[in-house]
């Protein structure tokens, strides 16, 4: 089934035409699906890392523990609420505000499905659309980022204000190499309007055709929403919570609720650009025209969504935390250069196929020769560095000194046969040995 493309104009005279009574009720319903939604994730997050750890999870709150997230819901707002004495007060009231409220509002351009009969009146499954949708979702994105700096700041502690430090390293680092990974869709779909991204996917998926894009979308959204392995903001054994360590009662719950909306948003944005949106998976909808009609949408929207909240979650329950200067070398060494190498690619390709012409075929060899370049490049500098390390030679070891563990690149190493000894002002003492 061909879904026709919408024009700029008929965006307009598609969108903004509601009563104001389906616009209330749109908003109403966005917002109760993001929250449900949120109780819903918490406690599949619980259920499916318990099941890889072997353990039970939550199962004694309603049916197999599905009121689980409501009960800590209550619990969070029933707790006492506590301010620092060294912190901003205004400040830190509003932090967990600016980061919550963006996460709302970037579903307000996100697609759920066609155009449906809604009481009545003919109106797309969509809040609004406009020319430049997914640079709107990228900039509300972006304010979030100050309600995690501005609350690691006005605590009043040092950890919480490395943690938001940390965040907003972070966020700012992959939010480059995310816009980077999208550029190649906006050149395919010739829009950055999302309900025309979905209606340029009627045939392939994005997914498929722009897989280097999608995987480097799928990293960046990881480190983006501070989450595991990439959740070093948030590293207990060094910064205790990150920053919201001084945060209790409802204002915790706020950042906690942004958390998880912020996973829905990007999930959402990567089905939208890369999967085809509200379209039907697999293209059964040659089996049955109507999989892209009606309310059916809405099923395969979800289904999609879900599988990559279960992506972040199967990543959180499988892989060790990063250290802090391999993320970022990753972002930023790796990620944006390979995503600039990709567009160039993208572009020269696009350009001889609409205009001097180019069989698929071709197509095809030369996405498959620049992936085969970006994986041997990928190899490369390790190789490099592992020659480097082992023709470095051993710097010579003093006796009695302090063991030390050996310097990457040639540093000094300590000698392997040396005895493990301890220096004392009077005497040295092998290890394994007492003194009377």
Same mark, same amino acid.
């Given at each position: 089934?061909?879904?026709?493309?919408?024009?700029?104009?008929?965006?307009?005279?598609?969108?903004?035409?509601?009563?104001?009574?389906?616009?209330?009720?749109?908003?109403?319903? *966005?917002?109760?699906?993001?929250?449900?939604?949120?109780?819903?994730?918490?406690?599949?997050?619980?259920?499916?890392?318990?099941?890889?750890?072997?353990?039970?999870?939550?199962?004694?709150?309603?049916?197999?523990?599905?009121?689980?997230?409501?009960?800590?819901?209550?619990?969070?707002?029933?707790?006492?609420?506590? *301010?620092?004495?060294?912190?901003?007060?205004?400040?830190?009231?509003?932090?967990?505000?600016?980061?919550?409220?963006?996460?709302?509002?970037?579903?307000?351009?996100?697609?759920?499905?066609?155009?449906?009969?809604?009481?009545?009146?003919?109106?797309?499954?969509?809040?609004?659309?406009?020319? %430049?949708?997914?640079?709107? %979702?990228?900039?509300?994105?972006?304010?979030?980022?100050?309600?995690?700096?501005?609350?690691?700041?006005?605590?009043?502690?040092?950890?919480?204000?490395?943690?938001?430090?940390?965040?907003?390293?972070?966020? @700012?680092?992959?939010?480059?190499?995310?816009?980077?990974?999208?550029?190649? %869709?906006?050149?395919?779909?010739?829009?950055?309007?999302?309900?025309?991204?979905?209606?340029?996917?009627?045939?392939?998926?994005?997914?498929?055709?722009?897989?280097?894009?999608?995987?480097?979308?799928?990293?960046?959204?990881?480190?983006?929403?501070?989450?595991?392995?990439?959740?070093?903001?948030?590293?207990?054994?060094?910064?205790?919570?990150?920053?919201?360590?001084?945060?209790?009662?409802?204002?915790?719950?706020?950042?906690?609720?942004?958390?998880?909306?912020?996973?829905?948003?990007?999930?959402?944005?990567?089905?939208?650009?890369?999967?085809?949106?509200?379209?039907?998976?697999?293209?059964?909808?040659?089996?049955?025209?109507?999989?892209?009609?009606?309310?059916?949408?809405?099923?395969?929207?979800?289904?999609?969504?879900?599988?990559? *909240?279960?992506?972040?979650?199967?990543?959180?329950?499988?892989?060790?935390?990063?250290?802090?200067?391999?993320?970022?070398?990753?972002?930023?060494?790796?990620?944006?250069?390979?995503?600039?190498?990709? @567009?160039?690619?993208?572009?020269?390709?696009?350009?001889?196929?609409?205009?001097?012409?180019?069989?698929?075929?071709?197509?095809?060899?030369?996405?498959?020769?620049?992936?085969?370049?970006?994986?041997?490049?990928?190899?490369?500098?390790?190789?490099?560095?592992?020659?480097?390390?082992?023709?470095?030679?051993?710097?010579?070891?003093?006796?009695?000194?302090?063991?030390?563990?050996?310097?990457?690149?040639?540093?000094? %190493?300590?000698?392997?046969?040396?005895?493990?000894?301890?220096?004392?002002?009077?005497?040295?003492?092998?290890?394994?040995?007492?003194?009377?």
């Amino acid at each position: 089934m061909t879904v026709p493309s919408i024009t700029p104009l008929a965006l307009e005279d598609v969108f903004g035409q509601d009563p104001w009574w389906i616009i209330l009720i749109k908003t109403v319903m *966005i917002f109760v699906i993001l929250v449900l939604l949120t109780l819903f994730n918490i406690w599949w997050e619980r259920r499916v890392v318990a099941r890889m750890q072997h353990r039970i999870g939550p199962n004694v709150h309603g049916p197999f523990g599905l009121l689980q997230s409501l009960a800590d819901g209550v619990k969070l707002a029933l707790k006492e609420d506590i *301010i620092p004495k060294a912190a901003d007060k205004a400040v830190f009231l509003l932090a967990p505000v600016l980061a919550t409220v963006p996460a709302f509002v970037t579903f307000s351009v996100i697609p759920f499905g066609p155009e449906v009969n809604f009481f009545g009146t003919r109106t797309p499954l969509q809040l609004t659309d406009m020319p %430049v949708a997914v640079l709107f %979702v990228m900039a509300i994105a972006s304010i979030g980022i100050y309600g995690i700096v501005l609350g690691g700041w006005a605590s009043g502690s040092t950890y919480a204000l490395l943690g938001g430090l940390r965040s907003s390293a972070q966020m @700012i680092s992959y939010e480059v190499g995310m816009g980077l990974a999208l550029v190649a %869709v906006f050149l395919y779909a010739g829009s950055l309007s999302t309900s025309e991204i979905v209606a340029a996917q009627d045939k392939f998926w994005f997914g498929l055709i722009l897989f280097p894009s999608f995987v480097i979308y799928v990293i960046s959204m990881v480190g983006e929403t501070n989450r595991a392995p990439f959740d070093l903001p948030e590293a207990e054994g060094e910064l205790v919570g990150g920053f919201h360590t001084e945060y209790s009662s409802l204002k915790f719950a706020l950042f906690f609720l942004a958390e998880y909306i912020n996973m829905a948003t990007v999930a959402a944005l990567a089905t939208t650009l890369f999967l085809g949106g509200w379209h039907a998976p697999f293209w059964i909808d040659h089996l049955y025209s109507g999989f892209n009609e009606g309310y059916w949408p809405v099923l395969w929207f979800f289904g999609k969504l879900l599988s990559f *909240i279960f992506l972040f979650i199967w990543l959180r329950g499988t892989l060790p935390r990063l250290r802090y200067d391999q993320f970022m070398a990753l972002g930023w060494k790796w990620l944006i250069p390979g995503a600039l190498v990709w @567009i160039l690619a993208v572009a020269t390709i696009r350009a001889i196929s609409l205009h001097g012409g180019i069989d698929r075929e071709y197509l095809l060899i030369a996405i498959g020769i620049v992936l085969v370049l970006l994986i041997a490049l990928s190899f490369w500098p390790a190789r490099a560095d592992e020659d480097e390390e082992a023709e470095a030679p051993a710097a010579p070891s003093r006796p009695g000194s302090f063991p030390t563990p050996p310097m990457p690149a040639g540093g000094a %190493v300590r000698g392997a046969a040396e005895p493990l000894t301890f220096r004392s002002p009077t005497t040295t003492v092998p290890a394994g040995t007492t003194e009377d």
